[in-house]
T-cell receptor
Framework: ELKVEQNPLFLSMQEGKNYTIYCNYSTTSDRLYWYRQDPGKSLESLFVLLSNGAVKQEGRLMASLDTKARLSTLHITAAVHDLSATYFC??????????FGTGTSLTVIP | NAGVTQTPKFQVLKTGQSMTLQCAQDMNHEYMSWYRQDPGMGLRLIHY???????DQGEVPNGYNVSRSTTEDFPLRLLSAAPSQTSVYFCASSYVWGTVTTPLHFGNGTRLTVT
C-alpha cells in the first residue's frame, strides 16, 4: 500500500519568513503533485513534478522532487497572508490512482 | 466552461437511506474519480474511471457504487448510508495520455452528514 506523509501537519509562520513543507511517500510512484485548498473550498493544482531533480517555481512557492529519497519539498519564501491555506501533496501509481498526503495547514501571521 | 459540477452541495441523510451524488464535467476528460475528505486523513480515493463503461475501485470503495455510462457523468451511489460515511466528497477529472494522468480538476464538493 502506498503511503504519503506530510509534515508538519500545522504550520504557523510570520509574514516575511521562509519555511519548507515535506512530503514523503513509501513506494515508487509515477509523478508528484502539489495542491492548495482554501478553507471550505475545492482543491487547485499548483505543481506537477515529473522526474528526479525536478524543480518548479511559482511566485513565492518552489517545489522539488528527489525520487531516490522519495521526498518532495514545498518551499515558501517570504510568506504573505494570501498563502494561508492547506497544502496537499499527491502521488500516482499506475497512472490512475492518486494517493494524497494528510495536508499541511499553513497560517501566515501578519 | 463550467468545469466539474457537483450536486448537491449539502445533504443530510438518516442511517440506511440511499442517495446519489452527481458529478458532471464538460472538458471531455477521460478520467473521473471520487474522493472523500476527512479531518486529518487527507483525500482518499473511492472509485475512479478511465472512460465510459470502465470503473475501478480505489482505497475505500466499500459502501459506494459508481457507473460511467457517458464521458461527462460519474455518479456516486450510497446504497445504505452509515454515520461513518459522513464526510466531504469531491469529484475530480483529468486527461489521460497512456499511463500519464494530468493534474486533477476538482468540483466544489458535497458535504454529507449521516445521522
Amino acid at each position: 500500500e502506498l503511503k504519503v506523509e506530510q509534515n508538519p501537519l500545522f504550520l504557523s509562520m510570520q509574514e516575511g519568513k521562509n519555511y519548507t513543507i515535506y512530503c514523503n511517500y513509501s513506494t515508487t510512484s509515477d509523478r508528484l503533485y502539489w495542491y492548495r485548498q482554501d478553507p471550505g473550498k475545492s482543491l487547485e493544482s499548483l505543481f506537477v513534478l515529473l522526474s528526479n531533480g525536478a524543480v518548479k517555481q511559482e511566485g513565492r512557492l518552489m517545489a522539488s522532487l528527489d525520487t531516490k529519497a522519495r521526498l518532495s519539498t514545498l518551499h515558501i519564501t517570504a510568506a504573505v497572508h494570501d498563502l494561508s491555506a492547506t497544502y496537499f501533496c499527491a502521488v500516482t501509481r499506475g497512472g490512475n490512482q492518486f494517493y494524497f498526503g494528510t495536508g499541511t495547514s499553513l497560517t501566515v501571521i501578519p | 466552461n463550467a468545469g466539474v459540477t457537483q450536486t448537491p452541495k449539502f445533504q443530510v441523510l438518516k442511517t440506511g437511506q440511499s442517495m446519489t451524488l452527481q458529478c458532471a464535467q464538460d472538458m471531455n476528460h477521460e478520467y473521473m474519480s471520487w474522493y472523500r475528505q476527512d479531518p486529518g486523513m487527507g483525500l482518499r480515493l473511492i472509485h475512479y474511471s478511465v472512460g465510459a463503461g470502465i470503473t475501478d475501485q480505489g482505497e475505500v470503495p466499500n459502501g459506494y457504487n459508481v457507473s460511467r455510462s457517458t464521458t461527462e457523468d460519474f455518479p456516486l451511489r450510497l446504497l445504505s448510508a452509515a454515520p461513518s460515511q459522513t464526510s466531504v466528497y469531491f469529484c475530480a477529472s483529468s486527461y489521460v495520455w497512456g499511463t500519464v494522468t494530468t493534474p486533477l480538476h476538482f468540483g466544489n464538493g458535497t458535504r454529507l452528514t449521516v445521522t
